[in-house]
């Protein structure tokens, strides 16, 4: 690293001149532009020969990629995986790799149906997933800040006993790993505009989805407009350059950790109460959506933004997926099933390793 | 003296010094763990309702889980009740140590990597891919020999085909990290779901066993499957498979400290700045490592198939999640795999005793794999317990210190 971190607003420009030196930078990111580029060509390609050849596979495709339904599909299945990539993004630039992204959704998954079957209240239970998974993130930080335990291992760990621990309680409070369903709160609809086509599906949607827009402009803000958001991308890029200037790299790091269980819960809650309820069975209802969010904010470079609308691409495949299944298209069911792990290995491949922040995965010690 | 020399010293340093003092922080995690996992169960206990007549009463409250009962069961239960006079080869021993075999394989594979500085936590899906391929050619070679000659022809070619399988599918996320610099723990896991999913597919369509309601392939006639000598058959236990484990064991233990291929894996592993200065192709070592990972993996697989199911079967158990807590719990090294295989040979056999013998759901074990993981994980921890405890203050640093210089470890101090 080259420059000094902390100084700049503009994020982009700032880690894009620190990394000129490497020169690979610039290639692997005309990888990325390639790949949206790609992307973006493939659907409207598509939409065209849909629009001329409505009988054809290309048709059936161009209407599942239009419909209404499609967007609001991809909308609530990247609910869980944005927020919780929202949360690896904090964590992850502040010097500590979370890879227990997905024991943290499992855990806020199960405590959210858990309390709102206690307590009859939807956001009760949203708010007691957020707590649950705040604590097992406040596990995870004092274990790889605290005590500087390897943290892809302490991340591990934090998957497998979210693994264990939510069938667990389940399978002792209702007698089987997966919950009685509880109530879900009704989708808000904002009027004339929720009559658009296509785009209506934004504005009739589950609370979460609202939330999740506003927690994708809160991050951005975060990042790119205060003096935290500094201190966190200064303590993954240089942590000793952040304490000679007086903060705390170990505070800033718990907080970081901490905001992402707070967010990785209410992806996880959302989850499970826009189903009503929590299925434990196997890898859960949960089933990756966590290593999903890693390579969503992989490959959005880090930023909210970035990190969202991958996650849309993700989701929006997934959704066509459904639809696809739904009419009988005929590819089987269990291989369709598995292309976003296909899809997530192919961009991967194309766009390799992402600049990690400098620090990341380093345990800091204060210099007294 | 060369810089590969130098990276040598470092490295029997490294090892030497930690070997006691892993060996200490294992067990410590091991028992902190059980004693969680006490306080669990006494918190489940509570949280569930029973009568009164079945309740036990710590400090003068009552649980309707019982820790000791269960921890009774979980170990004792496991080793076929050894106390009571009544132990026999035919009882749960066996399913330990069928545990065991499959454990120390899948162990091995996650070491392996792991020792190259890879974490392939796609050995559970190298098993899966190896235990198909074994169910199929094994069933396609099983028509052209017969008998005691057919065993003894099939079973090597059932494991071979099994490793050569796996092995191509640990290759994938190896030439995926050495050539497109892909991070391999997403990649394994992302494997992961994709071995299921086209097993599922094949399993449930192409090479479905038409008599079965289950998603199944034909089952392997008996010859072709790992013979039950010593121990009874019921529990699908062979000696013969629990040998090929230890042979493992040895064998890799050799190829990593005696061999060029394993002194190139642990350099990269532990400095691979190093290593490539010391002349380490880096790009091959990730892509043979990753690819003998998958081929113990995939071994593991054939073992399934071949001893314990007779048939490949979706839904194959986490034996390949387990192997990274067996891995992580022996410190990487091969003979500490043997050993921690045999524990979690334990915990899983024990889970079926528990389950019979309680009411305390099964999941509890996998809690504490969890928990396992993460003290190991820790060991500034325990430093810190120890440096805590009156009167062994001195105690974990004296271990260190003697781990560096005393010979009382044998084979670990040859380097």
């Known amino acids: 690293m080259s420059d000094a971190p902390a100084d700049g607003a503009d994020a982009d420009a700032d880690i894009a001149a620190g990394n000129d030196e490497s020169g690979s930078f610039f290639d692997r990111y005309t990888t990325r532009a390639l790949v949206a580029g790609a992307t973006v060509a493939a659907v409207v390609a598509l939409l065209l020969a849909g629009l001329l050849f409505p009988d054809s596979l290309a048709g059936t495709l161009a209407d599942a990629l239009t419909s209404e339904n499609t967007l609001a599909a991809a909308l609530r299945l990247s609910v869980p995986i944005a927020f919780a990539a929202l949360g690896g993004i904090f964590a992850e630039k502040s010097g500590v790799i979370n890879i227990g992204l997905e024991g943290l959704l499992i855990i806020s998954a199960f405590s959210a149906i858990y309390v709102a079957d206690l307590t009859g209240g939807v956001w009760v239970g949203f708010a007691g997933g957020v ?72 504005f009739s949607a589950s609370p979460s989805v609202y939330l999740l827009f506003a927690a994708v402009a809160g991050s951005w803000y975060v990042f790119e407009r205060t003096a935290f958001g500094r201190w966190i991308r200064a303590s993954g890029e240089n942590p000793k350059a952040l304490d000679t200037a007086g903060v705390s790299v170990t505070r800033v790091r718990y907080a970081a950790v901490l905001i992402s269980g707070v967010l990785a819960g209410m992806g996880g809650a959302a989850l ?55 009419q009988g298209i005929g590819i089987p069911r269990q291989l ?18 992402t600049r990690l922040p400098e620090a990341a995965g380093e345990h800091y010690e204060t210099e007294e | 003296m060369s810089a590969a ?47 009164a007549g079945e309740a036990v009463y710590y400090f003068g409250t009552g649980f309707c889980y019982d820790p000791v009962v269960v921890f009774d069961r979980l170990f004792l239960g496991a080793l076929g009740d050894p106390l009571s006079g009544s132990w026999s080869p035919n009882g749960q021993f066996a399913v330990t140590l069928r545990e065991t075999t499959l454990l120390i394989f899948t162990g091995l594979s996650v070491a392996l990597a792991f020792r190259a500085g890879i974490f392939n936590i796609g050995t559970q899906g190298q098993m899966v891919v190896g235990a198909l391929a074994t169910a199929l050619g094994v069933l396609w070679a099983s028509s052209l020999v017969s008998g005691a000659v057919g065993t003894v022809v099939l079973i090597p070619f059932g494991l071979l085909v099994g490793a050569v399988f796996g092995g191509l599918y640990g290759a994938v996320p190896g030439l995926l990290k050495a050539y497109a610099d892909a991070n391999e723990v997403i990649t394994t896991i992302m494997l ?32 072709a499957q790992f013979p039950a000598l010593l121990f009874g ?14 042979l ?30 010391g002349g380490v192709d880096a790009k091959r070592t990730v892509v043979a ?38 891995s992580i719990l022996a410190g990487n090294n091969p003979l500490g795999v043997g050993v921690a295989a045999l524990l979690f040979g334990v915990l899983k056999s024990g889970t079926t005793v528990v389950q019979f013998a309680t009411d305390v759901p099964p999941q509890l074990v996998g809690v504490l794999r969890g928990l396992i993981i993460l003290f190991v994980a820790m060991p500034e921890f325990f430093r810190l317990l120890a440096r805590g405890l009156p009167g062994t203050g001195s105690k974990p640093e004296a271990v260190a210190t003697d781990g560096g210089t005393a010979g009382d470890r044998g084979g670990e101090t040859d380097e």
């Open chain 1, 336 to 353: 369709i099933r598995i292309t976003p792990f296909v899809i997530v290995i192919v961009v991967l491949a194309l766009v390799g390793r």
């Open chain 2, 248 to 277: 493992a064991v040895a064998a890799l233990y050799y190829v990593l400290e005696h061999t060029a291929f394993g002194y190139d894996v642990r350099t990269s592993g532990v400095q691979p700045e190093a290593a490539e200065y």
């Open chain 2, 192 to 223: 992961n779901f994709i071995a299921t999913g086209v097993a599922l597919y094949l399993v449930s369509g192409a090479f479905k066993d038409p008599n079965s309601a289950a998603n199944q392939t034909v089952p392997l006639p008996e010859f």
């Open chain 1, 272 to 326: 499970s109460l826009d189903l009503g309820q929590f299925t434990g069975n196997g890898p859960t209802m949960v089933n990756g959506k966590g290593f999903i969010a890693i390579v969503a904010y992989l490959f959005g470079n880090y930023n909210p933004v970035g990190a969202f609308l991958s996650t849309m691409l993700f989701a929006g495949l997934d959704a066509v997926q459904t639809v696809l299944q739904l």
């Open chain 2, 5 to 51: 020399d130098r990276a040598r010293d470092a490295l029997s340093r490294l090892v030497d010094a930690s070997a006691t003092e892993r060996v200490l922080i294992s067990t410590a995690a091991l028992v902190l763990s059980v004693l969680i996992g006490a306080v669990l169960v006494l918190v489940a206990g509570r949280m569930t309702t029973c009568t």
């Open chain 2, 233 to 246: 058959a019921r529990q699908d236990f062979s000696i013969v498979a629990l040998g090929f484990g230890l």
């Open chain 2, 289 to 326: 490592s990753l690819s003998l990972s998958g081929a113990l993996g995939g071994i593991a697989g054939a073992m399934y198939v071949m001893m314990v199911l007779g048939t490949f079967q979706t839904g194959i158990p986490a034996y390949g999640f387990d192997g990274i807590t067996v």
């Open chain 1, 131 to 202: 707590v649950a998974s705040t604590l097992l993130a406040a596990l995870f930080a004092v274990v790889t800040i605290g005590f500087r335990a390897d943290q892809i291992i302490a991340g591990l760990a934090v998957w497998l006993i979210a693994l264990g621990l939510a069938p667990f309680a389940s399978q002792v409070i209702y007698g089987s790993p997966n919950t009685p369903t509880v109530a879900t709160s009704p989708s808000i609809t904002v009027p004339v505009l929720a009559d658009l086509p296509f785009f209506g599906a934004l």
